[in-house]
């Protein structure tokens, strides 16, 4: 039997974040699991423009990572609300980098994210992006337990909707 404490949902609070912040709640409600909600605010590089307009690149990090703590409270409310226990971070980094430091550090069990839809496999995927990102990590998680029929029968469904 799976087993999962600790489920991720990173978010830039766009749409497709949205939906996968639903999936990563149902996950959380139905293992009585830990729901963390991750934003990462990008660095900012500087250029032309902080030559113009000089603004310590720390006190715009504070700025934007105080709408993202609002905006993680709002949508943390929301899962409250589902019975899920909710833990909000905002970090600061490159996306990509930072989830997968996350994780490990936190020790995730699954990670729920949506998708940019920015290629043809991403545009196929983007009814359900956040279906086929939870078909691999529990394809994962049965496969690290050792139940080899439910990580096949996971992998087989992220296959079928991938394409790999």
Request: net charge negative; aromatic share 8%.
């Amino acid at each position: 039997m799976i087993k999962l404490k600790k489920v991720l949902v990173p978010t830039d609070f766009s749409e497709s974040a949205r939906h996968a912040l639903t999936y990563g709640t149902s996950f959380a409600r139905e293992y009585e699991a830990e729901l963390t909600l991750l934003h990462v605010v990008e660095n900012l590089t500087v250029g032309y423009a902080s030559d113009l307009f000089p603004v310590p690149m720390q006190e715009v990090f504070q700025e934007i990572s105080g709408y993202a703590k609002v905006e993680l409270a709002k949508l943390g409310e929301e899962a409250r609300a589902k019975g899920v226990t909710v833990v909000e971070q905002v970090v600061q980094g490159k996306p990509s980098a930072e989830i997968i430091r996350f994780a490990r550090e936190t020790e995730v069990d699954m990670i729920v994210l949506g998708t940019h839809g920015k290629g043809m496999l991403d545009q196929a995927l983007a009814m359900r992006p956040e279906l086929y990102q939870a078909h691999y990590y529990l394809y994962e998680s049965h496969r690290r337990t050792g139940d080899d029929a439910k990580a096949r029968q996971h992998l087989e469904r992220y296959q079928a909707v991938t394409g790999q």
